[in-house]
């Protein structure tokens, strides 16, 4: 059996290890070099080959040559890893979401008799098995879901919480920043709601989280299509947010309003922040920071206030770039001063609350609780989005997923044995059943 591992990033690392100690043959594809060949650790059972995602032919060769590809790439470059994947009749995993595109290829991939499991990391991944596992086990019991809350976040450890936002990346900013920017909508007693990008920080909800205290969520993109997936017909309510410390709303809310995560290109050669940030303003440099309060609407001792001047943004310090967008600036200085250090310790926490009508019409509520720290040799968002892809990549190599096309983790014959796997390697929600309906989130 052999896989190819498309990218060596921040993830890698579990997957590869369990892979390996599988005695699976992996080749680990990566821009750079040194990157891939530390994973492979002088394995006898692994490779390190240099490649780029420009380099096409090369990539063909590759997904020939193994029996399965798992892409950690980028999202966008997974369609046309999975066309070359389909025209060799070679399986491929993702963790990503499915996109538009990637479900347009459905047909050709089931024709091609190939499995495309998408979504199998955290979230998306084990967000879906812990919760369909749930729905399938009410509905054959004859009860209905008719409230539904899923709530994730990755995040700093409490102890290494320490700067203005509450945060710090695991990974790449851009990916989560670039998801703030995106509008939400969800069910709320059986009406659409419709939060616009520019509305989307404002009012999170508050959630008591056990051993971390209160937490903020905000609303996670698109939930109405969760309905169809999970099969919930009779769902009044459906809603995926995102956890994160108090204060992070505000913030962001504070510098999406200041313009500070547009992608519009602009000229900032010879600028330092405090003048950028006037010019959004359209005021005289001077006081920035009185102005920009003034202009949200906050003291000038706010939480926003705080962050934006501990980031830099009215600091007399030279832009670093000549040329881009102030989401390119902002992510930038986040990237300098917000990332999790080496050894540090990252956490991701996640809740399930359902509201059920049991068959013989009474209602309980059920929580579902993950709360998972970084061990001494991985991250926690390393380990939980690289192990239930790794299991998944040993069962379709085993021929264990018959079904074929583009697919999700959402059948039983997936979800039991990678949710069983997962709490052999310490991963598993906490459940409470029976609860009292005032035990329920309201929005």
Known sequence: ?????????????????????????????????????????????????????????????????????????????????????????????????????????????????????????????????????????????????????SLCGALAAPEEANNPFGYK??????????????????????????????????????????????????????????????????????YRGTFRYPGWCEIMNALKSMGMLSYEKQSFAGKTYKKIMARQLEVYPANIKEKAAERLGLSIDSSAILAMEWLGLFSDDLVSMDEGSNFDLTTDLMLKKMMLAEGARDMVIMLHTFVVENADGNKQVIKLRLLDFATEEETSIARTVALPAAIAAKMILEGKILEKGVLRPIMKTVYEPVLTALKEEGIAMTEEWGLPENEKICL
């Open 1 to 149: 059996m052999k896989v190819l591992l498309l990218g060596a990033g921040m993830v890698a690392k579990p997957l590869a290890d369990y892979l390996i100690n599988n005695h699976i043959f992996l080749t680990i594809a990566s821009r750079t070099l040194a990157k891939a060949e530390q994973l492979v650790n002088k394995r006898a059972n692994a490779k390190a080959v240099q490649w780029t995602v420009d380099n096409t032919s090369e990539l063909e060769k590759l997904i020939k040559a193994n029996d399965l590809t798992i892409s950690l790439l980028p999202y966008k470059h997974h369609v046309s890893v999975a066309k070359l994947c389909i025209k060799h009749k070679k399986n491929m995993l993702t963790t990503s979401y499915v996109s538009k595109e990637m479900e347009a290829l459905n047909a050709e991939a089931t024709a091609a008799g190939i499995v495309i499991m998408n979504e199998i990391g955290v979230d998306p991944g084990f967000d879906h098995m812990t919760a369909i596992r749930i729905i399938d086990k009410i509905q054959a019991e004859g009860g209905k879901i008719k409230e539904f809350y």
């Open 169 to 238: 990346f695991s990974w790449s900013p851009r990916g989560v920043i670039m998801a703030g920017n995106n509008g939400a909508k969800y069910r709320k007693d059986g009406e659409v709601v419709e939060i616009p990008s520019e509305e989307l920080f404002k009012n999170p909800l508050k959630i008591s989280f056990p051993e971390l205290g209160e937490m903020e969520v905000y609303p996670n993109r698109d939930s109405l299509k969760y309905i169809n997936i999970y099969n919930l017909p009779h769902v009044e309510t459906m």
